[in-house]
């Protein structure tokens, strides 16, 4: 798929997977390495991880304030991390900020994986795909497709034959850790990396936007209707 221009204020649905569909989270320390890399490396600055630990460690001990003097590159509106790839929606707010995002995490990230795996050579499957976000029916349904990626998971071919026991499925998805979902219905999971007020707007509050998921789990799943979003 041709990836699209990327352009300031625009919303986009990004997908980086591993290479050969390699596991890029192998236990939790992993997966919090991953959420820590969306929020730090989201600034037009270079950062240093190392650094920003240090810091982080002396906020708290006390001995500073903390103070974000970050300048985003861009809004993470939602974001579902599988074990071998990722799904985010993101608001561009600087030139090319995607792609330094991007580039940021997927650097920062892979150094951090191959240095504890003893492993060598790129992490990722070439460069990153994007589809354009134009309407809001495309934001209902890319909400809806991001949020309930970790489907597979639990079902593994529900694409095919149909989601066969909703009511799991759904207990399992508000309480799936990397996910932004649970910071979607009012957990403060990872409050600090998404902005959701935008979007509970446009999806009615926490309860409208439980209420949408849900009825589409229970009554729907019909991949057709996501085509134009999907990214596999």
């Known amino acids: 798929m041709q990836r699209p221009q990327l352009v300031n204020d625009e919303i986009y649905h990004i997908v ?4 050969g569909d390699l596991a890029i989270f192998n236990n939790e320390k992993d997966y919090y390495r991953g959420i820590f890399s969306l929020y730090e490396f989201n600034t037009v600055a270079p950062i240093e991880i190392r650094e920003q630990r240090k810091k ?12 974000d003097e970050r300048v985003p590159l861009i809004e993470v509106f939602a974001f579902f991390f599988m074990p071998n790839h990722i799904h985010l929606l993101l608001r561009q707010l600087k030139t090319n900020g995607i792609s330094k995002f991007m580039k940021k995490v997927g650097t920062g990230y892979a150094n951090y994986f191959n240095k504890k795996y003893k492993r060598r050579g790129h992490l990722f499957q070439g460069k990153f795909a994007a589809v354009h976000i134009k309407t809001n029916k495309q934001l209902q349904n890319v909400f809806v497709y991001i949020h309930t990626n970790g489907v597979s998971l639990i079902e593994p071919n529900w694409k095919e034959k149909g989601i066969r026991h909703p009511r ?3 207990k399992f998805l508000e309480s799936y850790k990397w996910s932004s979902y649970p910071d979607y219905l009012g957990k403060k999971n990872f409050p600090s990396v998404t902005k959701r007020d935008f979007l509970l707007k446009i999806m009615g509050g926490e309860k409208g936007y439980r209420q949408f998921v849900n009825d589409w789990i229970k009554h729907k799943h019909e991949i057709s209707e996501l085509k134009d979003i999907i990214l596999e």
Request: proline residues 0%; glycine residues 10%; positive net charge.
């Open 168 to 170: 799991k499925i759904i």
């Open 56 to 67: 982080r460690e002396s906020v708290k001990a006390g001995k500073q304030l903390f103070v």
């Open 16 to 19: 980086i997977r591993g290479v």
